[in-house]
């Protein structure tokens, strides 16, 4: 069966992207979805522009798509996208939708409108398993921002490994905050992956932004 990835350069996306590979799926192409808006419902804000870089050494097609990040034109856009996608001789998608029942809705929804199955791999998987086994199975990814309560922010722009899973899961706990981000507590940048023909360098510096709020400014990719 021939998939397209709906990708935000995220871990997320990212370790789907790989279980349909492993699984056998012919991946087509990878599908950004850019929204104008920080606050949007649907897609992720935070570095998305940048996915060109992980399709190359991926060695993917990338269809971008910008977007208002409005709440129903978003959909409207995602629509697009699929109808792309479809035209395109793709049979289904693969999300990294993890808990979100809002996406998951709305993705299901458009897709069987259009004909087209979707493959949700990492839904309602255990949080605190799946952070482990993101370092294991060797995603390399950085955090691009942080806003939670209790966050380890000192790990903003830097390269997760199993020390520092260990400490956000410890946190996570004890401050409440989700354990893999799905609230919007952080968001993650994928710099190397087990489907990556090379590495990605990412150069930056972590700027504070509030209180409890921290961004990894992207200033060069190589």
Known sequence: MKLCSLFSGGKDSTFALHWAVLKGFKVECLVTIIPRRKDSWMFQYNNV?????????????????NSSGE???ELTDLRKAL??????????IVTGALL??????????????????????????????YMRELVEYGFEFIITSATA????????????????????????????????????EAETFVVNAPLFKRKLIVEGKPVKLGEFEWEYQIERIH
């Open 83 to 92: 109808e792309m996608v479809k035209s395109q001789g793709a049979t289904g």
């Open 149 to 184: 309560y209790g966050f380890p922010f000192d790990l903003v722009g830097k390269v997760i490994n199993r020390e520092d899973v260990e400490r956000i899961l410890e946190r996570a706990r004890k401050f409440g905050f989700n354990p893999a981000f799905e609230g919007g």
């Open 49 to 65: 522009e940048l996915t060109r870089y992980q399709a190359e050494v991926l060695g993917l097609p990338l269809l971008s798509i």
């Open 71 to 73: 709440k129903d034109v």
């Open 100 to 129: 979100s029942d809002y996406q998951r809705m709305n993705i299901n929804i458009l897709s069987s409108e259009l004909g087209l199955k979707v493959y949700s791999p990492l839904w309602r998987k255990d949080q605190e398993r």
